[in-house]
């Protein structure tokens, strides 16, 4: 059975077209458990305390380090159970929502969802995990010169080992047919 972990970011509860058409996609998906986490509930940005406790050793941290790093653990516990991860975003200023940002902070993480190896060049240790991006936007199309949330996702998420990922992209009047489309293209 499939595991999705849902990821909505949108400041918008009500009236939200990425909400929506996240849950669209995740209707394709009947026989699969959702785990949800909804960025509008608030995510806390990192701070000096997070920092000190990535840097020490997991056998040296203080209950202060563990405690710091809780909200992490628990994010990267939840993508390492996911098969598939739906994000939904708003483009907010040309790119992805600050909470949605947050929560990349709290899930990139040396050593737990990438390494460097003996070379220095990176490598994921998300893999085998599949991700749809659901994105609207009033007036910025996914791939366009000024979309800094599709690329930023696509790498960031690639940096961490998850290179399968789907844009589900709804921008300006026409975007949620043209979205609704791609979706039931994905599901065919």
Avoid at 60 to 81: G, H
Avoid at 128 to 149: E, L, M, Q, R, Y
Wanted: charge should be negative; hydrophobic fraction near 45%.
């Amino acid at each position: 059975m499939t595991h999705i972990l849902r990821i909505d970011s949108s400041a918008r509860t009500e009236g939200s077209i990425s909400r929506s058409l996240a849950d669209t996609v995740i209707a394709r998906h009947k026989d699969a458990t959702v785990t949800t986490r909804d960025l509008a509930d608030g995510i806390p940005h990192l701070d000096a305390a997070w920092t000190r406790a990535t840097f020490t050793p997991a056998d040296a941290r203080s209950s202060q380090d563990t405690a710091a790093l809780a909200l992490s653990d628990q994010i990267v516990a939840e993508v390492q159970a996911a098969d598939l991860i739906v994000i939904s975003a708003a483009t907010y200023n040309f790119s992805i929502p600050s909470s949605l940002k947050a929560w990349i902070d709290h899930l990139a993480r040396a050593g737990v969802t990438f390494r460097y190896r003996d070379d220095g060049t990176p490598e994921g240790l998300l893999t085998g995990k599949s991700v749809i991006f659901v994105n609207a936007s009033g007036g910025t199309p996914a791939g366009a010169p000024h979309d800094f949330s599709t690329p930023y996702l696509k790498f960031v998420l690639g940096f961490m080992g998850i290179t399968d990922v789907k844009v589900i992209a709804a921008a300006g009047a026409d975007g949620i047919a043209s979205a609704e489309q791609q979706i039931e293209t994905l599901a065919a």
